[in-house]
């Protein structure tokens, strides 16, 4: 089996972790000095550093530029180890308010971790691993002094940090409100589930290895897809809760802005006569809606005074005769009475002193100017062609 072969798994998580982290970046940069969004961006670095680092091409180009013979085991490892420090941190940030005893216990654990960090790498130093193992180096050096210790020493941190995340998440996800907290506590109980099948595999085969059994598949062959299983899950986990609140505000905001573009052009013509700022296509999307709504907004103020209620009352009651409901009638309604006022509104000049409140509900007037031929219907109806001036 080719180096390459084995590359292809560990690329989507890594992909989308990266992607992950450039997303979170700018926000990083502003509000680097918020515990949230520093654990966050932590624990996407360390995760996107660790699929970066275990595909087999990697771990033996590691070995290969510094020229010594698996080198790569501790620097995966202690990569490894600091991102279950990290997902412990970030379970305790979530889950507790700020205070000295919460900073005081993320304190402690990155002192473990670090301790854990530093012995990893004096154990490899201690060790005697002349041999380059691409994927068996845990079952190839069980036996070995110094690497035996060295071994195991990543196995028990990485599972005790699993069954401790797992046993909070466990007694708090009772008490989370959040929809996509919850979900993605589920995520991350799923992905330490799979770490524990993967911590039991490789223990097992190490076991045997002390007994004489040679069990090596259980390392190379069943554990490699549950680690793979268990960080993906637990960085979607991570991700979800932050990113799928910003996701579904920028799909409202992208309906919203798409809803609202027939009225906009409707009422273009009228467009307040003080150039408006410019915001180009690029621009975030809450800007862009935010300007579309002010421009809508200043439309109808303008066009308030040939607003016909007594108008709109007919084409609201003819709407709702002919069976739409009752968001859709004072769409259409107030469609009617737009077209009118439109008509009637040039020059723009004040005569009455009417309300501009019968289109107050701009959203359900672009969905209804988007099909036109309704309101045109209607307008018919209740303001014929030769009485439309009699209105204005």
Not at 11 to 34: C, E, G, Q, Y
Not at 136 to 152: F, N, S
Not at 156 to 168: I, R
Not at 316 to 331: F, K, L, N, P, Q
Request: aromatic share 10%; glycine share 4%.
């Amino acid at each position: 089996m080719s180096l390459n072969s084995l590359h292809i798994p560990y690329a989507l998580p890594a992909v989308l972790l990266i992607l992950a982290l450039s997303l979170k970046a700018p926000t990083f940069v502003r509000a680097w000095k918020d515990p949230d969004v520093r654990a966050t961006t932590l624990l996407l670095l360390l995760a996107s550093a660790v699929f970066l680092s275990v595909p087999p091409t990697s771990i033996h180009k590691i070995n290969a530029m510094t020229g010594v013979p698996n080198i790569a085991a501790p620097w995966v490892y202690s990569l490894l180890t600091a991102f279950c420090g990290s997902c412990l941190t970030m379970v305790i940030t979530w889950r507790d308010e700020p205070s000295p005893r919460r900073r005081h216990t993320i304190r402690r654990i990155w002192i473990i971790y670090s301790g854990i960090i530093i012995a990893l790498w004096a154990t490899f130093l201690l060790a005697d691993t002349p041999v380059e193992r691409i994927y068996d180096l845990d079952t190839y050096y069980a036996r070995t002094a110094w690497m035996r210790e060295h071994i195991l020493l990543y196995l028990l941190a990485h599972m005790v940090s699993a069954l401790v995340a797992a046993y909070m998440i466990w007694k708090w996800i009772p008490k989370v409100r959040s929809a996509w907290l919850k979900v993605g506590l589920v995520f991350l109980q799923a992905g330490y589930a799979f770490g524990l099948v993967f911590d039991v595999a490789k223990l097992a085969a190490i076991s045997a290895r002390w007994t004489g059994t040679e069990w090596d598949w259980l390392s190379t062959k069943l554990a490699p897809p549950f680690a793979i299983l268990d960080a993906s899950l637990v960085g979607i986990g991570f991700i979800l809760p932050q990113a799928g609140p910003f996701l579904q505000k920028w799909t409202r905001d992208q309906i919203t802005y798409r809803r609202l573009r027939p009225l906009a052009r409707a009422i273009r013509t009228i467009a307040p006569s003080a150039a408006r700022a410019r915001v180009g296509r690029f621009a975030p999307l809450d800007l862009r809606l935010l300007q579309r709504q002010q421009h809508i907004h200043d439309g109808l103020l303008r066009l308030a005074p040939f607003i016909d209620q007594v108008l709109h009352r007919r084409a609201y009651d003819v709407a709702r005769t002919d069976g739409h409901s009752e968001e859709r009638a004072r769409g259409i309604a107030g469609a009617v009475a737009l077209r009118v006022a439109l008509d009637a509104s040039h020059p723009p000049v004040a005569r009455h002193d009417r309300s501009a409140e019968p289109l107050a509900d701009i959203e359900a007037i672009s969905r209804a100017l988007h099909r036109p031929r309704t309101v045109d219907t209607i307008r018919q109806r209740v303001a014929p062609t030769e009485s439309v001036n009699t209105h204005a």
